[in-house]
């Protein structure tokens, strides 16, 4: 490969003279002193690589992302001579082999290179150590949104960081702070759900949990968000496609969630890779510099999605070439670019400076990010990996945190005549594609991109049927698979009448359908709606005697509208992770009371969705089901809306009360209200206090969740809950993020009980 050393950098390198004695390798100064002393010894060329990270393809031996083991010639090419500062990806392999790799690729750069800076390494640990063999798992974000309790989003970053801090993974690429708005959009699993202030809520624990772990220490790690912003929500519903959205829907919604992260100390953020309005994000100084920059205040790195400088060239065509695209990005506020299989950047940026098309002082800026952060995070007195903790991988305590975090995200939907809990069934007729499948259970992100195949999940992972065969060790349980059902246009009389029979010779019947594991466009969908074998298969199955119970495995809202009364219970089991077999189950016997509510609304329709908080609209519509008549739908056209989730005990919400009926600047309002347990049993509800302000200058949603908290009772027990509003929280942005305050009546609701009172500003 070319060498893209300009003049002045060998003059530089030949003039160095360093006598051990510089100031950045002092951990006695201030950060500040250390990038400033540093980057004034680095040659321009060493700049451009500290602002590229590259995959390991480009490094190790075989050209494959399973392939960790580093190739010692290509990986000094690529440190030494080119003063690459960042690397990415890999699978999932054992310990001692991350180990391995990254204490060679560590020593390379820091005992070989002229001044010594070390790389950092980033990876896609979405939910758990998930590119790591034996790891702990964690349910999919979705998952997380939907237990209402950010305890679980804290641990998912904890757990994360003690199991690979260790090995040399500094730069962890989640959480996911994008919003789950599109039900279409194939990477709705990833976010925590389609509310601001709960993915806000959930990505700031998890910034927590993953940046400040005291049990890694002096070892830190970085969270990342992304994908900012806007990229969740694309008309078309596909993956990188384009979304229209005005600036005041930006900071009304997408924004909050990423402010949250931001307000909690988020190092690093990873671009949209797609455009809004017309835009692609990775060019826009508008949304990269003037909004995240100057309105949000982040001052950390900004660094690319795969390939997204590339991709102004030959994906959304506003640069002719790669130079113009390098020039558009950085100017934008790029700071590093994931390339990340070339050194195109490099050398396009390299003659953008010498050229003076863009001055070093803006190469400056994003190098003292990267600097600053790699200080931060002690890499400079703390490089190689220790290999310190291999015992707590995968431990029983992480696995128990994975595993409370599945049960308390699995979301009943329905449940006629108290079909759940089935007790001591005898026997169990078990169906569906996820009913002995590890990897449903993960979904992508999980060993590999795509999720792994099912032979690399550990032996010890339960599926369905085998932990439905722990959960009731007395009953026959008889796994059907797809040849066991007759065919209804092609079978006889008789077979179906045997089939029949032999479904009411159950006591329960099990349907675990949904969805295989994908990732990103692969995940690219033309009909929400489940696929359509599932469904003629659950009509089926529904003819029989026998409770037919319905578990969705799925990363998004698969449409079950034509068969939802049909089924006698529905989990929304999401993507539970490696211990959700085990959760589901304990579900279904009663062992676990369901908790979990749904954090998107269930669509009830292909072609038309409303989040929970959409705005006021005509919401009539000509129903023919019913005899062409005018019916409303809004809310109502959600058969599990937002906060939706039953369990088998119930909650009596009372006394709602405010502390006053009018809320001003310097006046607070405290509302309380008591919640009772009136079941039979235990269990937690997640109280959600929403507000409904009537009148503004800018259309309000219909409500909006402002609070929530979970919590448990006993059989008899009730507690009292506060929320204090301010009417600092009830002001909305404008186009330009200025916050305009709300005015007028206002409600106030949890559970099925609402309070009116009045703002007076």
């Not at 300009?6 to 950045?24: I, R």
């Not at 998930?130 to 798992?137: K, P």
């Not at 305890?151 to 789950?180: C, K, M, Q, S």
Request: proline share 6%; charged share 25%.
């Amino acid at each position: 490969m070319e060498h893209f050393q300009s003049q002045s950098d060998l003059n530089v390198l030949k003039d160095s003279k360093l006598d051990g004695g510089e100031a950045y390798r002092n951990p006695k100064l201030p950060v500040f002193d250390r990038v400033e002393d540093l980057l004034n010894r680095m040659t321009l060329y060493e700049k451009i690589g500290q602002m590229t990270q590259l995959d390991i393809t480009m490094i190790n031996t075989t050209g494959e992302q399973k392939d960790v083991a580093l190739d010692p010639v290509k990986a000094r090419e690529m440190v030494l001579e080119h003063h690459i500062g960042s690397f990415l990806n890999g699978e999932a392999v054992p310990a001692r082999t991350w180990f391995e790799y990254m204490r060679q690729l560590t020593r390379i750069a820091v005992e070989e290179t002229r001044l010594g800076i070390p790389v950092i390494y980033g990876i896609d640990h979405i939910h758990g150590a998930s590119y790591l063999e034996g790891a702990t798992i964690f349910p999919q974000s979705i998952n997380i949104g939907a237990s209402f309790n950010p305890e679980h989003a804290r641990y998912t970053g904890l757990v994360t960081a003690i199991e690979v801090a260790d090995l040399g993974h500094h730069w962890i690429f989640t959480p996911i702070l994008d919003l789950g708005v599109q039900p279409l959009w194939p990477r709705l699993w990833e976010t925590y759900g389609e509310d601001p202030h709960l993915a806000g809520t959930m990505g700031a624990a998890y910034v927590d949990g993953l940046q400040n772990c005291e049990e890694t220490a002096p070892r830190k790690l970085a969270a990342t968000g992304k994908h900012f912003l806007g990229y969740s929500d694309p008309r078309s519903g596909w993956d990188r496609t384009p979304a229209q959205l005005s600036m005041q829907q930006i900071h009304e919604f997408h924004r909050p969630s990423f402010q949250k992260a931001v307000d909690a100390g988020l190092r690093t953020i990873m671009t949209n890779s797609g455009e809004i309005n017309g835009v692609p994000v990775v060019a826009s100084h508008d949304i990269l510099t003037k909004l995240l920059r100057d309105q949000m205040g982040f001052e950390g790195v900004v660094v690319t999605d795969w390939e997204d400088i590339g991709k102004l060239v030959n994906f959304h065509y506003t640069a002719e070439n790669f130079k113009k695209a390098t020039y558009d990005a950085v100017m934008a506020g790029v700071d590093m670019s994931m390339t990340p299989l070339h050194l195109d950047f490099n050398s396009s940026l390299l003659e953008l400076v010498e050229e003076g098309h863009i001055p070093e002082q803006r190469i400056d800026e994003s190098v003292r990010r990267i600097l600053t952060l790699k200080f931060e995070l002690g890499l400079f007195e703390n490089p190689y990996p220790s290999g310190d903790r291999f015992e707590c991988i995968g431990s029983s305590d992480h696995r128990r945190k994975a595993l409370e975090a599945a049960r308390e995200s699995i979301v009943l939907l329905k449940n006629d005549r108290n079909t759940l809990p089935a007790s001591e069934p005898r026997r169990i007729g078990l169906f569906g594609m996820s009913a002995d499948s590890k990897r449903n259970l993960c979904g992508g992100w999980t060993l590999s991109w795509q999720g792994g195949r099912e032979a690399e999940y550990p032996d010890d992972m339960l599926t369905i049927y085998s932990a439905l065969k722990a959960e009731y060790p007395q009953a026959e349980i008889i796994l059907h698979g797809p040849e066991d059902i007759p065919n209804q246009k092609s079978a006889s009389d008789a077979e179906m009448a045997d089939f029949v029979k032999m479904l009411n010779g159950m006591n329960m019947l099990v349907y675990a359908g949904g969805e295989e594991p994908y990732c990103e466009f692969a995940g690219n969908i033309t009909d929400l709606r489940l696929p359509g074998n599932q469904t003629d298969e659950l009509k089926l199955l529904s003819g029989s005697e026998s409770p037919l119970i319905l578990v969705l495995v799925q990363g998004r809202p698969r449409l079950i509208t034509d068969i939802v009364d049909d089924i006698d219970a529905i989990i929304f089991a999401g993507l539970p992770g490696l211990e959700g077999a085990t959760a589901i189950a304990n579900v279904i016997s009663g062992k676990v009371n369901p908790s979990g509510r749904m954090p998107v609304s269930y669509p009830m329709s292909p072609n038309h969705y409303l989040p929970y908080n959409h705005k006021r609209s005509n919401l009539y519509f000509v129903d023919p089901q019913k005899a062409n008549q005018i019916v409303q739908g809004g809310a109502a056209a959600s058969p599990f809306p937002f906060g939706h989730g039953l369990g088998y005990t119930t909650f009596e919400y009372s006394e709602l009360k405010l502390s006053d009926r009018s809320i001003s600047r310097n006046r607070h309002l405290t509302a309380r209200v008591t919640l009772t347990n009136t079941g039979q049993v235990e269990g937690m509800e997640s109280v959600l206090w929403f507000t409904s302000t009537r009148t503004g200058r800018i259309t309000r949603p219909v409500k909006e969740l402002r609070h929530f908290e979970k919590i448990s009772l006993k059989p008899g027990e009730s507690a009292t809950l506060e929320f204090v509003l301010s009417a600092e929280m009830l002001a909305y942005p404008d186009e330009n993020g200025k916050l305009i305050p709300a005015s007028g009546s206002c409600d106030i609701m949890t559970g099925n009980l609402k309070e009116s009172f009045r703002i007076d500003l």
